[in-house]
């Protein structure tokens, strides 16, 4: 007998429910809902931040009509045509909404505002260099003694003006131990934030079969004017480059001379002149005194 209550009493409550449903969804009601908001005829040059996600709107009609149209992603259109960079204010009365045919709502307008405040900004652009990460230090000076070429080494950010001026560098992911034993692989680039792009969203690497490395040359003789000669008078240079430039390079192609200008001490400073690939890492001594 208690068993059949039970059920007797779980059916109505159920049944209940499903009448309470059935008027909530067939008769009229007025609430609000947040309409997800569309900028129409933007200008080109301009770009734009912190915009409302969704205006909240005042509708009228039945229940199931509403749930449809939260469904539906319908969205205001709002005419942007006259924005101008910095801080602007849109009037929400020249809107539209296409309601799909089959909703059958009254839009009574915007419920708490009559307008935005968005931030339009310039487009802007320039080409800034690719620069790698490592994940660790181990990865880094490995990396530092092979010879690689970016592909590409350089890239176009795009962007409000006042973000695009603060980039200096696109950075790669970060190079792993295992990349760093491969010859050929691809980085992703790490993206700045949603308003700011870069013209590629990958850059190759690869690396060359070669490695830089250093080499010092000793016993150098220092070029003096004609009848001038100075003291010391020959140097040792130390020199970088690509390993397998450095195997075949001859010191004859290094040329030291000396600045005309002396210091407060009467001491010239030394000029090296290199090959093109080969860079100067130190010279010892760095100064002479002239005879």
């Given at each position: 007998m208690f068993r059949e209550n039970l059920g007797i009493r779980i059916f109505s409550l159920v049944l209940a429910v499903f009448v309470w449903v059935q008027s909530q969804l067939t008769t009229e009601h007025r609430t609000v809902v947040g309409l997800p908001v569309n900028l129409k005829s933007v200008p080109k040059n301009i770009t734009l931040e912190r915009l409302?996600?969704?205006i909240p709107f005042q509708v009228k009609g039945k229940g199931l009509d509403i749930i449809k149209l939260k469904l539906s992603h319908t969205k205001v259109s709002i005419d942007a045509s006259k924005i101008q960079p910095g801080v602007d204010i849109i009037s929400l009365t020249d809107y539209t909404i296409d309601l799909p045919e089959n909703i059958n709502i009254?839009?009574?307008?915007?419920?708490?505002?009559q307008e935005i405040a968005v931030h339009a900004d310039v487009f802007h652009q320039k080409k800034v260099p690719v620069q790698l990460s490592y994940a660790d230090t181990f990865t880094r000076q490995r990396f530092a003694s092979l010879k690689f070429e970016l592909v590409p080494d350089r890239v176009i950010v795009f962007g409000p003006k006042n973000k695009v001026q603060a980039i200096d560098f696109a950075y790669t992911e970060a190079i792993t131990r295992e990349m760093a034993s491969e010859r050929d692989f691809i980085l992703k680039l790490n993206a700045t934030g949603d308003?700011?792009?870069?013209?590629e969203t990958q850059v190759r690497v690869r690396v060359s079969?070669?490695?830089?490395?250093?080499?010092?040359?000793?016993n150098?003789?220092?070029?003096?004017e004609a009848g001038k000669s100075c003291f010391p008078s020959h140097a040792t240079v130390k020199i970088a480059g690509d390993s397998e430039l450095l195997k075949q390079f001859d010191p004859v192609n290094v040329k030291i001379t000396i600045s005309p200008e002396a210091d407060t001490q009467g001491l010239h400073s030394l000029k090296v002149e290199l090959p093109l690939g080969i860079e100067l890492v130190a010279i010892t001594p760095d100064k002479v005194r002239i005879k």
């Open positions: 409302p996600q969704s009254t839009l009574l307008g915007p419920a708490d505002q308003d700011v792009s870069f013209s079969n070669s490695y830089n490395t250093s080499k010092v040359l000793d150098l003789k220092i070029i003096s």
